[in-house]
């Protein structure tokens, strides 16, 4: 099993979801986050001063899928929230030893479905 994380763009998370949704992935954790990378921010104007916004709003995206779902899910993260512009975000895959349905007990892939 591996956990794919996504940081994305919040206007995107629309479509991250009708994707998943596509191939059959429901079950996700939807977090609002914030941070930067290259980008380091911006500058906005406020009432005619201006300042540093050095965290950017961003959205974390959760799921936990089987080995073989792993490749097709992030392509389709990554088709479905690229923007070609700076800031698109990032896309992390790790492994996952074990996962438990709680009410049920269903460990490993019968807990993700």
Do not use: C, W
Request: aromatic share 6%; proline share 2%; net charge neutral.
């Amino acid at each position: 099993m591996k956990k794919i994380e996504a940081i994305i763009k919040p206007f995107k998370l629309d479509e991250a979801i009708l994707a998943l949704g596509e191939i059959g992935i429901l079950g996700m954790t939807v977090s609002e986050v914030k941070g930067f990378g290259r980008q380091k921010g911006h500058s906005e104007l406020y009432r005619g001063s201006e300042y540093v916004v050095d965290f950017l709003p961003k959205v974390r995206i959760e799921v936990t899928v089987s080995d073989d779902l792993t490749e097709k899910v992030t392509l389709l993260l990554a088709d479905a929230t690229r923007t070609g512009k700076i800031g698109d975000g990032k896309i992390f895959v790790t492994n996952v030893e074990d996962a438990i349905r709680i009410r049920t007990g269903e460990r490993g892939n019968a807990a993700l479905t």
